[in-house]
């Protein structure tokens, strides 16, 4: 029978707790990576909140314009006030301008880039990055384009339009 050095039981002993330790920093890597609040980020001008139950609320930087499509043939209904704030927050409605009041779906200090926050999707013209939660997604795309869309399949998009003659 051949004994093994108190050295080496030593050296394997520490090297399974340094495996475990490292299981567990993973572990909590991904927990962090899905915090038990909203999900914050910033794109195309917008601060905005998805919150776990998929509630989407979208702070603009400035007032917008807002055209709105009912989906009944091409009717389209245009609303002559600006907007500062877009929601998704039931499945069976459209997306609508928010009637909150300041900024409630922007952290103090702004929201970081949808860059760091999501992940990328698409490929060419359409690269961008993407942030899902509770069955919601809101995306950049099409140069720079700014989608979002909730449970229901309702959603607002925005893009900037350039004409060259």
Known sequence: MR?????????????????AGGVTVAAAGAADAAPGGPSYFSAAGFNCAIAENGNVGCDLGRSVPLQQYLGIGNASIYIPRGVRQMVIDNPWTPARPGLGIGTPFTRSGG?????????????????????????????????????CTGPGGHGFNYYIMITAS
């Open 3 to 19: 004994r093994r050095s108190s050295a080496g039981s030593l050296a394997a002993c520490l090297g399974a707790l340094a495996l």
């Open 111 to 147: 929201n970081p880039p949808i860059e760091t926050v999501g992940v990328p999707t698409g490929s060419g013209a359409t690269a961008g990055y993407k942030v899902s939660r509770g069955g919601s997604s809101c995306y950049t795309g099409f140069h720079g384009a700014f989608y």
